[in-house]
């Protein structure tokens, strides 16, 4: 059973900087890419926004909004997936999931339980 861990969201004033990590877990073979996606409250029904996604290789790609201000890495050794936001708006309010590609018996999409992370103004 593949589990992925999110950790480190919380409440942070606009300006500030949060780090939040996800840990994958289980009996993995292999993770290709993993990322991180978010969900702004009061808007359930849209679809995740894309933040950050990481290769194996360590190619990044970021979201248009967090271009300049997020940096994405990982650590392959612990299966583990780090997200640095810097200069943190209201605007990054959002539940934060993270994401992964990952071979157990075959290739699977794996979700995170998710991590509130609020800016205050």
């Known amino acids: 059973q593949v589990q992925l861990v999110e950790s480190g969201g919380g409440l942070v004033q606009a300006g500030g900087s949060l780090r939040v990590s996800c840990a994958a877990s289980g009996s993995i073979s292999s993770i290709a890419a993993m990322g991180w996606y978010r969900q702004a409250p009061g808007k359930p029904g849209k679809e995740r926004e894309l933040?950050?996604?990481?290769?194996?290789?360590?190619?990044?790609n970021y979201g248009d909004s967090v271009k300049g201000r997020f940096t994405i890495s990982r650590d392959n050794a612990k299966n583990t997936v780090y997200l640095q936001m810097n200069s943190l708006k209201p605007e990054d309010t959002a539940v934060y999931y993270c994401?992964?590609?990952?071979?157990?018996?075959?290739?699977?999409?794996?979700w995170g339980q998710g991590t509130q992370v609020t800016v205050s103004s």
């Open positions: 994401n992964a590609k990952i071979y157990d018996t075959m290739w699977n999409y794996y």
């Open positions: 933040v950050a996604t990481i290769t194996s290789g360590g190619s990044t």
